[in-house]
């Protein structure tokens, strides 16, 4: 049966603006660096960006082959640098983001830019189609002014945005097997950003943000007033309103990772293992958040490093089967 075929109403609006993308194309294409060693810096600027800021990106990246591993991190420094630009801002947090759009797209990136330069190489390599860039920094642009998202849909919308066009981006990476691939895509990225979501809401609270559906909050006796105290400081009160809540997010989150994980067969052989490695490794942050009683105001889930090495074996196992 095709899954990507059982289409929930709130993911064919999100397939309009993929496939929009794709039919767009690559815009101008960036010229080649001629300076090797410039490029090979760059390069390995991106690799260092990736090993400080997540070391799950950088253990299931690791398992591509060399030439796509490099271009997924420059991936992951364009998006880290972009992200870093609105949540810790130093100055005109819109006017930096779109001086950065400016340069990240760029046909030839400036001179002495290292994400830039081996972003572009990337992007020119793998023909990633410019417009999946573009509504990355337009989901990332929301952040800049307080937005609440009432409903599901308006949370995917974001979801999208954010991380499903990374991984839309990442799959001209890695090689795919046609557009069939893109719906399988969409819902993977929406399924991360839900579980980045369910992690950080202490952290989003403190910084003024919220990314809980209201309307879903309210359907289990929840208010946005309920997650705070006095001069915004977070309550961080677990109660059973919270857990029903909690276990509904986390059911849905796992229904979305496993109606995804049949489009890694969809994916080039030497790029499955490598994506089902970031997938379950983001999968085991909700086994955390249900095993510290769904506390996600006074600590931050987390899987430990023998705690992702673990999970390797049966994935390594399970992909085999896609040969």
Excluded at 80 to 91: A, E, F, I, M, T
Excluded at 133 to 143: I, Y
Aim: hydrophobic share 45%.
């Amino acid at each position: 049966m095709n899954l990507a075929l059982q289409s929930h109403p709130w993911e064919l609006p999100l397939h309009s603006l993929a496939h929009e993308a794709r039919r767009a194309g690559t815009g101008p294409v960036p010229r080649p660096l001629a300076d090797r060693d410039s490029l090979r810096r760059a390069y390995e600027a991106c690799e260092a960006i990736t090993a400080r800021h997540s070391r799950s990106f950088t253990l299931a990246s690791g398992l591509l082959p060399p030439d796509k591993r490099r271009a997924v991190r420059a991936l992951y420094a364009f998006c880290r640098v972009s992200d870093n630009l609105v949540d810790r801002p130093q100055g005109d947090a819109r006017a930096a983001l779109a001086a950065w759009r400016a340069r990240a797209l760029a046909a030839q990136p400036p001179a002495g830019d290292p994400v830039t330069a081996a972003w572009a190489d990337t992007r020119r390599r793998y023909r990633i189609p410019l417009r999946y860039a573009e509504q990355l920094l337009e989901g990332v642009g929301r952040d800049l002014r307080p937005v609440k998202y009432h409903t599901f849909p308006e949370l995917a919308g974001y979801a999208y945005a954010v991380a499903s066009t990374v991984g839309l981006m990442s799959m001209h990476i890695i090689g795919f097997s046609g557009p069939e691939a893109i719906p399988y895509a969409i819902r993977l990225g929406v399924a991360l950003q839900l579980t980045n979501v369910l992690r950080d809401v202490g952290e989003d609270l403190r910084s003024g943000r919220l990314y809980l559906p209201l309307e879903e909050l309210a359907a289990f006796g929840l208010q946005e007033e309920d997650l705070r105290q006095e001069k915004d400081l977070l309550a961080g009160r677990v109660d059973e309103r919270w857990r029903a809540f909690m276990r509904f997010q986390i059911q849905r989150n796992r229904r979305l990772y496993e109606r995804a994980w049949p489009g890694i067969a969809l994916l080039d052989r030497d790029g499955r293992f490598a994506i089902a490695a970031a997938a379950d490794l983001y999968r085991a942050i909700l086994d955390d958040i249900e095993a510290h009683d769904y506390d996600v105001f006074t600590r931050r889930a987390r899987v430990s490093a023998w705690g992702k090495l673990r999970r390797l074996p049966a994935l390594w196992l399970s992909q085999t089967l896609w040969a």
